[in-house]
């Protein structure tokens, strides 16, 4: 019998906390990832559906963090997944973005972001936000950390091309084994190949219908990370009921199987073995999302970590 519960590291209902009082979108957003949920995750993800042009538009005045940041907008159907559904402008260092495609924004600490306008919307999409280090909503957002600028919110700071911290289309290089029902391989939005220097790895992919493989007994082995926390989020892809995943699945975390069917947040311990995940049924669309903490690549956070191949062990 385990001797450590790892229940504690699944986040099975969002928390409520932030951004209330705006319209057209999920408000307040969705926590799936901080220290009040996973004590000691110590980073901060709040995701939200966006139904329409958001009023206020913009309702962000531009401002800092003591903490990077990753902002991550993505189209809401898995049959054209890179379409984002909406055309945004977003302000960086001064310097406008625009983009309609599913685009992920690595903003430094320290470096001035917002307003963020929505230019045009044609379909629902999802709006993310994870600060890095900070493992709450008021240290993400309050107590001095976010510290708005008032004077000359649109002016340029450097000669620096923020374009170089937008992701606008993904590397298609995790997960090669085709799998019927998933994106394969995945989507990757975040990495220090797209964006020198980051130390985040963050790949994405919708499951749209049962998985199913080559090997009748595929499943996603069991692994370990003996350098790099792992976050994976499971996020239902219905704007009308967020909080189903659309499915049933079975992931095996320390040697415990955690069953789960909402959308959900895992935090992986470096060091912790996980794995195989089952989907046990398939229901609707949704959206499995691995974020390793600290690796810059593909290569650097999975190298070595399998142990097992699908099928020759927790096989039911």
Not at 1 to 14: C, F, G, I, S
Not at 61 to 83: C, R, T
Not at 84 to 113: D, K
């Amino acid at each position: 019998m385990n001797a450590t519960d790892y229940e504690k590291y699944l986040v099975r209902k969002p928390l409520y906390e932030a951004f209330g009082g705006v319209k057209n979108r999920q408000s307040p957003a969705m926590t799936f990832m901080s220290n009040k949920q996973v004590p000691g995750a110590n980073h901060y993800i709040e995701i939200g559906w966006v139904h329409g042009i958001p009023e206020p538009n913009p309702g962000l005045a531009e401002h800092v963090h003591d903490h990077d940041e990753i902002v991550f907008y993505w189209g809401g159907n898995h049959e054209s997944p890179q379409v984002l559904g909406a055309e945004i402008e977003f302000y960086v260092g001064g310097q406008p973005v625009t983009f309609n495609t599913t685009t992920a924004i690595y903003i430094p600490a320290g470096t001035p972001h917002a307003p963020v306008t929505w230019k045009k919307f044609t379909s629902p999409h999802i709006q993310m936000a994870m600060m890095l280090g900070s493992g709450s909503a008021p240290t993400a957002w309050h107590d001095g950390v976010s510290k708005k600028i008032e004077k000359k919110p649109m002016e340029k700071r450097k000669a620096f091309d923020y374009e170089g911290y937008v992701v606008r289309s993904p590397m298609r290089e995790a997960g090669a084994e085709f799998v019927r029902g998933r994106t394969s391989p995945t989507m990757t939005y975040m990495s220090g190949v797209q964006i020198p220097g980051v130390k985040y790895y963050i790949e994405m992919g919708w499951t749209f219908d049962m998985p199913l493989s080559r090997n009748p007994d595929s499943a996603m082995p069991e692994m370990v990370h003996k350098n790099f926390d792992e976050i994976v989020l499971h996020i239902g892809g219905d704007p009308a009921a967020p909080e189903d995943l659309g499915a049933d699945l079975e992931f095996y975390v320390g040697g415990q199987s955690l069953a789960f069917n909402t959308s959900s947040a895992l935090f992986i311990p470096r060091g912790l073995h996980h794995g195989p995940i089952f989907c046990r049924q398939y229901r609707k669309p949704h959206i499995v999302m691995a974020i390793m903490c600290g690796a810059g690549t593909v290569k650097e956070g999975w190298s070595d970590s399998f142990i097992t191949r699908p099928g020759k062990e927790f096989k039911k």
